[in-house]
Structures are given as structure tokens and as C-alpha cells.
């Protein structure tokens, strides 16, 4: 696929990939800013200001910001990450250019209106409560404060109840102003429409429009931050079912050269249903309904996560048959069928997100915010390819470290001795 990038003068960067005419466009507005960004007193600014930026600008209240999409066939939303929050659009080539300047005007010109932030405080609060009653989703957040504890990494994206109370509409004002600035913000376009259009719509309606006059250099992130856990074991007790685990191992962060191998080695282990953890302890013990494992990386480290939901009497046997399947890759390594099956799987669902629009997007606004280049889909074919049995070992190695494994349970009794083998 075809793609260009383009730096304007004030430091807001374009990445663009070209489409066939029949197929939707699509616009990403990315902005550098998530809730490793945030400190514990602001937590869930970034999450926040997603939401009211939809509420309405100085030209659309926000029913006219639904309307208007609607009128042009576009389908847009919104939402946060750790790393970074991403505005999008989905619609017709045809309306490119109405759908740019109606995306461009709620991301860039936003009122954050005092009425606007009370409601919307509230509408968080449920989203809060929403998901504290989902024990997967505890069980999640309490192992990432754990791990990542005393790095912003810990906090959670849509902050606590706590730290938005204290969020007003000059803390805001002030974090946009700090956060939204044009060297901080990734434009990433698919559509059949030319670079050179693109390019000049985006600086009518973005660069001119909002950073006039401005000239910023784009800042090269730091690329050797690790986080290296303290083994501890967390638990929370809920009047529920299921027993919910959640085990983890540090890892490089994003800028590793080992990327394509551990993602490799999380494949074999517990990353898809043909793999290690989904075969012994879900189809041969029965033991669970879901278990998986994932490979997770940002700028300030990452890890291989392990979920899994049992009951609780099951939940001890468990947790000891990961470790078992751990040390079975540990002592006896890998087979050359599970390299093989894995990097076909691999490269067959990348392959499978370059067809959508919405993801080539997505994927070229990462690319350009993490790494300030295009990584093309066949240089990430290459890196899987090149995976050798001794690189998958190689990174097991590193990874399964026990002294640095982090658990959290939620369950009715809470009982951390389920990760006694570990101990």
C-alpha cells in the first residue's frame, strides 16, 4: 500500500495511505496524551476531555455535531488509552472534505462549557460504576496498580471518582493548552482522494485553521524507560461466581527489537485457541471457560498478561498449571510446528487488518505517535518471518522471570494463597 507523511511547519504531522473509491475513507485526529500522562491528582483528565469534546463548539451545539456527521454519511466517535486519544471519522470519499472540517471543528474547537463538564462528570461516574461491577475489569485495574505502582502507567484511563471530582473547567482549559498542541497531534488519512488534496485540506482545516503562525519541532520520546515489577499478589473480595486471575511478567517496552518474538512466544503460550494455556487448561482440564495470555507494551515498559476465570475452588490448580506450562516452555522449549502454525496465524491477521480502512488508519497514527516513521505491513511481515526458535526461547527466558510476577484475584473469598507456587 502506498502512503505518504508530511510535517507542516508547526509541528503537526500527516500520515496518509491511499484507497480505492469504492471503499470508505477514513480520519484519524490523534492526539500524544493518555493516562500515562496524568499524574494521580488529574487522573482521568485525558478520558474526560473525550467526552466534552462532543458536546459542542463555538459554530455546533452538540445535536448539530451528530446531525452534520449523519448529513455526509459519516460515522464518528472518540476514545482514550493509556498512550494516546484518538477522534475519528468513517464515511464517503465524496464528503472528505465535510467530514474533515466537522471532525476538525469539535477535536480543535471545543467550548468545554461548565454545564457540559457537570454532566458529563456524572455520565463518567456510571461508566465507573459500570465497569466496577464487571470483577474482570477489577481484577484488570488492580493488577495494572500493582505492576506498574508508582509509575503513571498504574492509573487507570477513566480515573476515579476521587480525582475527577477535583477536575474543573480550568484544569482543562489548561491540560488542552499543555497537550493539544500541534507537535503533539498525528493526522492519519485513508481515502482515494490524493496526498496533495489531503494535505491541503488538513492545512485549511487544521493547520491554518487552529495553529496559524505556530512553529514547533516534533519531541523525540525517551525509548529506554522498562518497568520492573516487585513480586506481590493483590486480592479483592466481591460477592461473585467466577474466581478472576490475572498473573503478569514484565517485558521490554514498545521500542523493542524483539517485538515480532514475543509476540511469537505469547502465541504458543496462551494468545490464540490452538495455543499451550487454551489446550491443557481449557479443553484437557475443563477448568475454565476463557483463559488467555497477551502481550502488552507501551512506553513505559510491558508485560505478558494471563487472564483467566474459574471457580474458586478450582482457582489454586490453575494458577499451578500455567506455572507448569511455563516451566514446560522453560525446560523443554518449543516445537518447530508451533513456530511455524503461530507465525502463519501472525501474519494471516495482519494481512486481515490491512483491509479495513479504519484500521490502516489507526495503525499509521500509532506508527507515527510511537515511532515518528510508517512501519509498513511488510516490514512487520518480515520481523515475524525472521522469528527463530531461539528468539521465542530467548524472551522466555527473560520474561518468566518469578522473582518479578505480579497477581491480582477477585473472588469471593480473595484468597491469595492460590498463588502460592509462585511464592
Known sequence: MKF???TYESGLRLVYAKVEEYRPMSIYIA????????????????????????????KRNDKDIMRNFEEVGARANAYTTQQKTCY???????????????????VLFSNYK??????????????????????SSIAFENFYKVFYAGSSASLTVLGTKESLKGINRKKILEYVQQNYTPNNIVVSVVTSLSFLQVKRLVDKYINQSKFKGVVMSVIEKPKSITTIPDKKFTNIKKDISQTNVVLGFPTDNVYSSDMAAYQVLDGIFGGVNSSRLFSRIRNDEGLVYTIYSIVEMSKLGGHLLIYFGTSDKNAKHAVELVKREINEILENGITDKELERVKFYLKSALLSSKERGMDIANRLAQNILIFNRVISTEDRLREIEN?????????ANKVFNFSNVCGSVVSKTADTQIFECFE
Open 114 to 135: 461548565e454545564e457540559d463538564i457537570e454532566k458529563e462528570r456524572k455520565v463518567i461516574y456510571e461508566e465507573i460504576d459500570m465497569y466496577e461491577d464487571d470483577p
Open 31 to 58: 492526539v500524544d496524551t493518555g493516562s500515562i500522562n496524568e499524574t494521580a491528582e488529574n487522573n482521568g483528565i485525558s478520558h474526560f476531555i473525550e467526552h466534552l469534546t462532543f458536546k459542542g463548539t463555538k
Open 4 to 6: 505518504n507523511t508530511f
Open 88 to 106: 475519528y471519522a468513517i464515511g464517503l470519499n465524496e464528503k472528505f472534505e465535510e467530514t474533515l472540517e466537522i471532525l476538525s471543528d469539535v
Open 387 to 395: 522469528v527463530t526458535k531461539e528468539d521465542v526461547m530467548r524472551v
